[in-house]
């Protein structure tokens, strides 16, 4: 797999890092590749404007206002880790990994297991909810210092 610890300067890192994706996607030629383009179509039909990144030797990175999610791809497993998702809840019970942190979550898709596209697009826009609702709020914090 190509390394890529961050995009190229200049207008084509978002082409760039979506040709990275690509390619990694390519690369796998199995179930994990299949499930990664599936992972990445409901995200980006979930948030339009998500902006794919590539990041620690190439691990597929979107995000809308602060990190949304990561896909990850392993031996036996696809797990997406959301960056601040232990905030958000998760009705429809996705979440099947890292559950123990203070901060992160994961849900951990094994060769066979069916996605619930519908509720993960709605996690996904809880998360780019949770994000863009941050940003205002440390901004307000930040004022009271003064």
Same mark, same amino acid.
């Given at each position: ?10 207008? =084509?890192? !978002? ?6 994706? *690509?390619?990694?996607?390519? +690369?796998?030629?199995? /179930? &994990? @590749?299949?499930?990664? =383009?599936? !992972? ?6 979930? *948030?339009?404007?998500?902006? +794919?990144?590539?990041? /620690? &030797? @190439? ?88």
């Amino acid at each position: 797999m190509p390394k890529a610890s961050s995009p190229p300067k200049g207008g =084509d890192s !978002i082409e760039s890092a979506a040709h990275l994706i *690509d390619a990694r996607i390519k +690369e796998l030629g199995d /179930w &994990r @590749g299949e499930m990664l =383009d599936r !992972i990445r179509r409901v995200i980006k039909r979930a *948030d339009p404007e998500v902006v +794919e990144e590539v990041k /620690w &030797r @190439g691990v597929p990175v979107w995000s809308h206002a602060g990190i949304i999610c990561t896909g990850e791809t392993y031996k036996s497993v696809v797990k997406m880790t959301f960056a601040k998702d232990a905030a958000l809840d998760d009705p429809s019970g996705l979440f099947n990994a890292s559950l123990e942190g203070n901060t992160r979550r994961a849900i951990d898709v094994h060769e066979g297991d069916k996605l619930d596209e519908t509720a993960l697009a709605v996690l996904i826009r809880a998360a780019v909810a949770l994000n863009t609702s941050a940003k205002p709020a440390r901004a307000r914090k930040a004022g009271k210092r003064g």
